[in-house]
């Protein structure tokens, strides 16, 4: 009986051990809240794990659907646009960092403002800053400050035209 392990079969073993570190520590990430598959890379990557291995390991993860950018994407949005009240451009912007895809992007943003209307939202904002929109320096401020919230002239103008 040989005891010896060959070094292909030491290589093999070593691969192994470190998919499965990698999967249990994705797994660990996953269990506080939902992420996209560029956070797990990166968070892997600062772990010292191979980008061969976090790719393997995360394709398991996604097969088994314990990794999934769409629904990522969609309870990022929802909870981004309820909770701060962000327009699109700034949405997108936020989305983008976590490495979903522009087509994506498209289709729960379409998704969520249907669910809170642009519209609303500027009402909600204007309202919550008290902003007078009928002095001119007021409502620049406004405007200012709506599309630092990431919302497009043409959405404050029409939003602010009905609000009036």
Do not use: W
């Not at 040989?2 to 093999?12: C, N, P, Q, V």
């Not at 070593?14 to 797990?40: P, T, V, W």
């Not at 490495?99 to 669910?115: A, F, M, P, Q, W």
Request: proline share 1%.
């Amino acid at each position: 009986m040989d005891d010896e392990l060959s070094t292909a079969r030491i290589k093999k073993l070593c691969h192994q051990d470190e998919i499965l570190r990698i999967k249990q520590a994705a797994l660990n990430l996953l269990s506080y809240r939902k992420r996209s598959r560029l956070e797990l890379v990166r968070r892997m990557k600062d772990k010292g794990f191979t980008s061969g291995n976090i790719d393997e390991a995360l394709n398991i993860l996604e097969e088994k659907g314990y990794l999934d950018d769409i629904d990522f994407a969609e309870s990022f949005a929802r909870d981004k646009v309820r909770q701060t009240r962000i327009g699109p451009v700034k949405l997108s912007l936020e989305l983008k960092k976590h490495g979903i895809e522009n087509e994506t992007i498209r289709h729960v943003s379409h998704k969520v403002y249907l669910e809170f209307p642009i519209s609303e939202i500027i009402e909600q904002l204007i309202q919550k800053k008290r902003y007078s929109l009928t002095d001119k320096n007021e409502k620049n401020r406004c405007i200012r400050f709506l599309q630092g919230k990431g919302f497009t002239i043409e959405q404050i103008f029409s939003a602010i035209e009905s609000y009036e």
